[in-house]
């Protein structure tokens, strides 16, 4: 029988991410399931050479970082009260440091939220949670945003 122990909650820290958490810290609680909570920073390097010297691309994405380890830590205690949860903020492609995480964590399920674009939005940006739900080793939930 499949076992839900460990949960990968990803999240982008926008307005829909406390929505997202909320499913998530549902699931652990009546699951008794720790919570590993991850943001993705974009890690920028595509841009060295393109007249912006690399020092100042790990500068920007430093600062990033820092930020969002402090968002971190204040979406945690907002957001997963009573269950069990530890927060991560990496760096590189969202879904392939989503896989990466959830690979090195043991992850039992994926939690993420879904922007919902179509049409050209989607050809251009394409979808990191398609790319998850496609990708993923283990079962993935989507939240769609509401309005």
Aim: net charge negative; proline share 4%.
């Amino acid at each position: 029988m499949a076992q839900i122990k460990k949960i990968l909650c990803a999240v982008d820290f926008s307005e829909y991410s406390p929505s997202v958490a909320e499913y998530a810290r549902l699931l652990a609680q009546g699951l008794g399931a720790k919570i590993v909570c991850l943001y993705v920073a974009p890690s920028l390097s595509q841009y060295v050479g393109f007249h912006v010297p690399p020092s100042s691309i790990e500068n920007f994405v430093g600062e990033i970082v820092t930020g969002a380890e402090a968002t971190m830590s204040a979406f945690l205690s907002e957001n997963f009260q009573g269950v069990e949860a530890d927060g991560h903020v990496v760096t590189g492609y969202a879904a392939e440091e989503i896989f990466g995480v959830a690979d090195k964590e043991g992850a039992d399920m994926i939690i993420m939220g879904t922007h919902g674009r179509k049409g050209i939005d989607r050809i251009l940006f394409g979808s990191v949670a398609e790319k998850v739900v496609k990708g993923a080793k283990c079962p993935v939930m989507t939240i769609r945003p509401t309005k």
